[in-house]
């Protein structure tokens, strides 16, 4: 007779199918992040008041005014920054280190600096029990990014500053991509590529993101 927890188990693997079905409806093409997705227990990464509805494609709360994005987001951001074969890539706004994970799948190495203390050591604790060795982080502010460590092949922003941050431009690679929600009030998802010393910028599609703000909270 199968046991409760592998009865849990493949509930868990049912509802992330169903999600990954979803978003391949809602257009998400690239297999690899599909497959980062799918490996990806989203429900950790939540409180367990919360980890019931993991698999959703819903932005939900994890403290602080912050959220965890929408599975969707999370695929379309991910999709557009591979599409440039990253290997070290910078993600200001750890939040839970949902997006940090997924990334971990994906490339080489991962740096991803939060504001707010807290998140940071629960995001920190999550990697360790989880594994991901990839992946470092660094309590920061994120509008200042991480320059020691640049420059980086892919830079992705998980809240939404009015403009784009100029201090972030710098720590770009050459032929590397930049991928942010731009704006106050309408944001709009923007691809910003570096080409020597010029920046190609392509809007994509409207979203909604909490705002980047700046200075630390301990």
């Known amino acids: 007779m199968m046991s409760e927890m592998q009865g849990i188990g493949m509930t868990s693997r049912r509802t992330?199918?169903?999600?990954?079905?979803?978003?391949?409806?809602?257009?998400?093409?690239d297999e690899r992040v599909l497959q980062a997705i799918a490996e990806t227990p989203?429900?950790?990464f939540l409180d367990e008041a919360l980890s019931h509805r993991a698999y959703e494609d819903t932005a939900l709360p994890i403290g602080h005014q912050q959220t965890l994005s929408q599975p969707y987001i999370v695929?379309?951001?991910?999709e557009i920054l591979m599409e440039h074969q990253p290997s070290r890539v910078l993600e200001l706004g750890t939040g839970s280190?949902?997006?940090?994970?997924i990334l971990a799948h994906l490339v080489d190495e991962v740096f991803s600096v939060e504001r707010i203390k807290p998140l940071l050591d629960r995001a920190r604790e999550r990697m360790r029990t989880l594994g991901?060795?990839?992946v470092q982080l660094r309590h920061s502010d994120g509008g200042m990014g991480w320059p020691e460590q640049g420059p980086f092949d892919g830079i992705i922003v998980t809240a939404a500053p009015s403009r784009i941050p100029e201090d972030l431009l710098p720590q770009l690679a050459d032929g590397g991509v930049m991928v942010a929600p731009i704006g106050?009030?309408?944001q709009m998802l923007t691809r910003i590529v570096r080409k020597g010393d010029n920046y190609d910028t392509s809007e994509?599609?409207?979203?909604?993101?909490?705002?980047?703000l700046g200075g630390i909270v301990r």
């Open 16 to 29: 992330r199918m169903r999600l990954i079905q979803r978003l391949r409806d809602g257009g998400i093409k």
């Open 42 to 44: 989203r429900h950790i």
């Open 75 to 78: 695929a379309r951001m991910t």
């Open 204 to 212: 994509i599609e409207p979203v909604r993101f909490v705002p980047l």
């Open 132 to 134: 991901y060795r990839k």
């Open 97 to 101: 280190g949902y997006q940090a994970a």
């Open 184 to 186: 106050e009030g309408a």
